[in-house]
T-cell receptor, first 113, second 115 residues
């Protein structure tokens, strides 16, 4: 079964540093998403991306966040200057049109120290 | 906008007993409904989803859920649980559209299965 692949699985970074989280969505999916889960809390929507532009972003997705599809396969989330409160599990997901086939990656655990 | 309420934050149950995890949603438009399971330190695994058709949906690991439109509920059930079912369970909803669909998650229910 097709998978969404995320790298790295774990990342530790110092406060103020930039991080890039990477995702390879399912190849025939057109819609891409990032979600965040702070430890012990619910999963929260960050941003959706279609046709090389953001479709919707949440209030969490402020100016320190950006997303990009640099080539035909990768989808990245960049956090420009990390804060302690950015420590969380970040999930990438992709879906086919209409959202009937919605698949999550296994996540990247980001720890900001 | 959509919202999801999972009525129980924790559900303790003995092995081989039945279990029901409750989920209610709010939406002014038609929705898709999902249940995901998250084992400790792991990602989100889809248990089952309701898109259309029969209101009783069967998923993996012996779980099933029933969509009740009048009560705006999508409760998850399993007739006999195992120790290995111990995990966090999330209910999620998305509006039906031809485009992107963000998922709105509930706060989760921690299922603890005891021997």
């Amino acid at each position: 079964e097709p998978e969404v692949t995320q790298t790295p699985s774990h990342q530790v970074t110092q406060m103020g540093q930039e991080v890039i989280l990477r995702c390879v969505p399912i190849s025939n999916h057109l819609y891409f998403y990032w979600y965040r889960q702070i430890l012990g809390q619910k999963v929260e929507f960050l941003v959706s991306f279609y046709n090389n532009e953001i479709s919707e972003k949440s209030e969490i997705f402020d100016d320190q966040f950006s997303v990009e599809r640099p080539d035909g396969s990768n989808f990245t989330l960049k956090i420009r200057s990390t804060k302690l409160e950015d420590s969380a599990m970040y999930f990438c997901a992709s879906s086919d049109p209409g959202g009937r086939g919605y698949t999550f990656g296994s996540g990247t655990r980001l720890t900001v120290v | 906008a959509q919202s999801v309420t999972q009525l129980d934050s924790q559900v303790p149950v003995f092995e081989e007993a039945p279990v029901e995890l409750r989920c209610n949603y709010s939406s002014s438009v038609s929705v898709y409904l999902f249940w995901y399971v998250q084992y400790p330190n792991q990602g989100l695994q889809l248990l089952l989803k309701y898109l259309s058709g029969s209101t009783l949906v069967k998923g993996i690991n012996g779980f099933e859920a029933e969509f009740n439109k009048s009560q705006t509920s999508f409760h998850l059930r399993k007739p006999s649980v195992h120790i290995s079912d111990t995990a966090e369970y999330f209910c999620a909803v998305s509006k039906i559209s031809g485009g992107y669909n963000k998922l709105i998650f509930g706060a989760g229910t921690r299922l603890a299965v005891h021997p």
